[in-house]
Each structure stands twice: as structure tokens, then as C-alpha cells.
């Protein structure tokens, strides 16, 4: 039950309703297991909080807020939510759809990225936000890792974007002081961050573009715009330092592309896309053209 050995929870029933098959990964906050629907016998995700963790009210909070946020999102390129309860210890629990993919990370990671799929991942992940924006909500962990890919026998891909472990409305998106990784850290990914969320002022739509914008640039170069020794220092570059434009890594691009990328990195967000639909359309004019 506890966060040092999640192994224990396996083959234990959620809820009186899913069977625990095998652990898939665990986190700060919780594990994530393979589950089986005891009536159905449908392979789902059971994400299950840590047991000590039962006692702190804003890890709870924090779980079930997740909880919330999914069942309101329902987009295909987004993880569909199934259910949610209290474990018989009184551990909150959250069931979405069991996805058996890779994430982009480990394609990347592979050197088997191409243009084509760069332009695919993009295009979709940019439609899914734009869902997740128009419901007044910031995801704030835009990464690799949090983009599952799928290809199908003809080359094509599809992706799914999930964790909403850290999502936030607008109208509440400042940081508390309890809103920190296991590091320390302002909640979020470092390389990924904006400059307005490695602050931890207010957030919007425009801080996840920022992070499109550097996962882009990382598809597109094989490297980050902003890197470092460690993630402090990461993060003090991203909050005093200009990202490079693309083209100073890319002689080769057209520049309308470079101009979506360069846009999405513009350190003041009042100069960057606004939303992702308008990056999206950038992209969607410079591939017809």
C-alpha cells in the first residue's frame, strides 16, 4: 500500500470492482496499474493514490481534482476517463481506458521520428488542447513522455495526450506553495516549461504553446532550445534567457515553419500564438502551400 512498495496492491480488487493485474509505472503521488473489470473483464488503468499520502489533504484534493478534470474532457486525441472511487482504505482511485502504446519520448529517443509524423503529432496534439483551452483549463506537463503514439499497418499515427495530474482552470492557475515535484521544482516539466510557469505566476493557454513549441523544436533539431546541467539550471536559463529562432539549428527549413516554431517561443506570451487552433492553422497554411 505504500509508496515505497506499490507491488503489494497487485491482485487486490479497487472499488470492488477492478482487479489489479500488474504495476505499470508509479509516481510522486501514485501507481499506476494494469486493471481488469471484474464484470466486463475489459483491460483498463487504475491510477491509485499512494497510501501515505491518504492523511494529506491537498494530495487528495489534488487526486480527485484529477479525477474531475478528466471526465469532463472527452476528445479522441485525449485518454478517455471511466470511473472513479474510494478503494476499501479509502484511497481515491481514477480508471481511464488502458492504452498499450509508446510515448513520443521513446520514439524520439530512437532517432525514428520523421517529418511526416512530426507534422501528424503536432496537428493532433495542438486539436486536443485546443479542447482542453476552450473548457478554461491549462494541462501544464505538455511533454513527450505525456504523448502516447499509435501507428497503424499503413504508416499512419494517431496519439493520445494524457497525465492531468497538474492541470489547472485559468482562473486559478497560480502556483500554491505546495505545488512542487519531488525535486523542489515549481510544478512541470523544466525543459518544457514557460518562462511565466518556471516564475509560478498565472498560467494560460499560452504556457502549454510555449511547450508545443519546444517539443516541436526538439522533434524538428534533436535538441532543446534551452538546456542545462541540471534542472535548476534549466530553469533559471528559461526564466533570464531568449530561446535560440530554430533557424540558427535548421538551416534547411522553410521559413513558414521556422515561423510557427519561433512563434510559439516567444518569451512574452502576448507575442506568441494565442491559441492553439491559430498555431494550428499556421501550420495547417504553410504544409498547403
Do not use: C
Not at 539550471?233 to 527549413?253: C, G, H, W, Y
Amino acid at each position: 500500500m505504500s509508496q515505497l512498495d506499490p507491488e503489494a496492491d497487485v491482485g487486490t480488487m479497487v472499488g470492488g470492482k477492478y482487479q489489479l493485474v500488474r504495476l505499470l509505472g508509479s509516481g510522486a503521488s501514485g501507481a499506476v496499474y494494469e486493471g481488469r473489470d471484474g464484470v466486463t473483464r475489459d483491460r483498463v488503468a487504475v491510477k491509485l493514490l499512494h497510501g501515505e499520502l491518504l492523511l494529506s489533504d491537498e494530495h487528495v484534493a489534488r487526486f480527485l481534482k484529477e479525477a474531475r478534470t478528466a471526465a469532463t474532457i472527452k476528445h479522441p486525441g485525449i485518454v478517455a476517463f471511466l470511473d472513479a472511487g474510494r478503494h476499501d482504505d479509502g484511497r481515491p482511485y481514477l480508471v481511464q481506458e488502458f492504452l498499450h502504446g509508446e510515448n513520443l519520448q521513446e520514439v524520439m529517443d530512437r532517432s525514428e521520428v520523421t517529418l511526416p509524423m512530426i507534422f501528424d503529432v503536432s496537428t493532433q496534439l495542438l486539436e486536443a488542447l485546443d479542447v482542453v483551452h476552450s473548457q478554461g483549463l491549462v494541462h501544464r506537463d505538455i511533454k513527450p513522455e505525456n504523448v502516447l503514439m499509435f501507428f497503424g499497418q499503413y504508416g499512419d499515427v494517431k496519439i493520445k495526450l494524457v497525465d492531468f495530474g497538474i492541470v489547472k482552470s485559468e482562473s486559478n492557475s497560480r502556483e500554491s506553495d505546495g505545488d512542487i515535484t519531488e525535486t523542489g521544482l515549481t510544478v512541470g516539466t523544466p525543459h518544457y516549461m514557460s518562462p511565466e510557469q518556471a516564475l509560478g505566476h498565472d498560467v494560460d493557454a499560452r504556457s502549454d504553446i510555449w511547450s508545443v513549441g519546444v517539443m516541436l523544436f526538439e522533434m524538428l533539431t534533436g535538441t532543446l532550445p534551452i538546456d542545462g546541467e541540471s534542472p535548476y539550471i534549466v530553469l533559471a536559463r528559461v526564466v533570464s534567457s531568449k530561446p535560440p529562432s530554430i533557424r540558427t539549428r535548421r538551416e534547411d527549413l522553410p521559413e513558414w515553419l521556422v515561423g510557427v516554431v519561433d512563434g510559439a517561443l516567444q518569451r512574452d506570451a502576448r507575442s506568441r500564438w494565442q491559441t492553439a487552433k491559430e498555431m494550428n492553422d499556421a501550420l495547417a497554411t504553410g504544409l498547403k502551400a
